[in-house]
């Protein structure tokens, strides 16, 4: 018997009727189906089918069990969910009831036919790379879960003033960005954040990375597309006591002139794709590439 993972950081709005379709089409198929323990009290404090959750088996963590995870939500709830698979090669299925859902699986429309495809095996596997963080000082909540997919950030804290942030990729000197900050991102990332401060489009089967400013005051200072085999250390100096780090979604504040070494990660994330989805399928239509009235 199939084994999934349900999960979801947000209730959002009308969410109730896709929930519903999900669920439906697992006991159909006969799934085995566990609800992560704080998605059950959200569903629970919004979702009138109470009753029916209640019976469900919950979890926290995952382990090897698990055949599949459902990631229901936004690309915001995608990568909370990769810190719940990690290593243990579980592939997700991110299914988008929010806005953008660039990185979903299906979308809120296509939810049923969708489900029965991947349930009869008919999707891709896209394996996506991560990036691994270490600081020169001890900092809890970045060692607990040091792993991003989409970018790390550096960015200015409690002042207007830039940052300056010395960089090295390998052990070589590159240049000290002035900068409101500076994001290491990987191609997943590449449409997110780095896309939004000028960095390029990356297609997620490239093995590079980016490092990207955000609002640089230096005219020569551009996106930098480097090998994902990079090792790249930052050196934050701050005119405050202290710096924001980013993984993700997930922040830390950090003392001024730490160091922090960003590289691959030595595992991947494995996103489940229906065939015709195609990461260029999605920039049209998601971010209207090449949107022209004479195309």
């Known amino acids: 018997m199939l084994k999934v993972g349900i999960y979801g950081q947000y209730y959002h709005e009308n969410s109730e009727v896709y929930i519903q379709q999900i669920f439906d089409v697992l006991q159909k198929k006969n799934v085995s189906i566990h609800i992560e323990e704080n998605f059950l009290r959200l569903t629970e404090e919004n979702i009138r089918m109470h009753n029916y959750f209640s019976e469900l088996p919950t979890f926290s963590k995952l382990d090897k069990s698990f055949d599949l995870f459902f990631s229901i939500g936004g690309d915001g709830t995608t990568l909370r969910a990769v810190t719940f698979v990690r290593d243990l090669e579980i592939p997700i299925v991110a299914i988008n009831t929010g806005r953008l859902g660039f990185m979903a699986t299906l979308q809120k429309e296509n939810i049923i036919d969708g489900l029965e495809q991947i349930l009869r095996g008919e999707y891709v596997i896209s394996k996506r790379s991560l990036l691994s963080v270490q600081t020169d000082i001890h900092e809890e909540s970045i060692e607990k879960l040091n792993i991003a997919l989409n970018e790390v950030t550096v960015n200015r804290k409690d002042t207007t003033s830039m940052i300056k942030v010395h960089t090295e990729i390998d052990g070589c000197h590159i240049t000290s960005y002035w900068a409101d900050g500076l994001i290491v991102s990987t191609p997943t990332g590449s449409t997110g954040y780095s ?32 090998p994902d085999s990079s090792t790249v250390r930052l050196t934050v100096t701050t005119r405050s006591e202290s710096f ?24 991947k994330i494995s996103l489940i794709q229906i065939t015709e989805n195609s990461f260029f399928n999605t920039l049209r239509k998601k971010l209207l590439w090449g949107e022209d009235k004479r195309n």
């Open 244 to 267: 924001l780090t980013s993984l993700d979604s997930r922040t830390a504040t950090l003392p001024n002139e730490t160091t922090i070494e960003v590289k691959k990660a030595p595992y």
């Open 195 to 226: 896309l939004s401060c000028g960095g390029p489009v990356i297609d997620p089967k490239t093995k590079s990375f980016v490092i990207t400013p955000i609002a640089p005051h230096n005219l020569n200072a551009r996106p930098l597309v480097i």
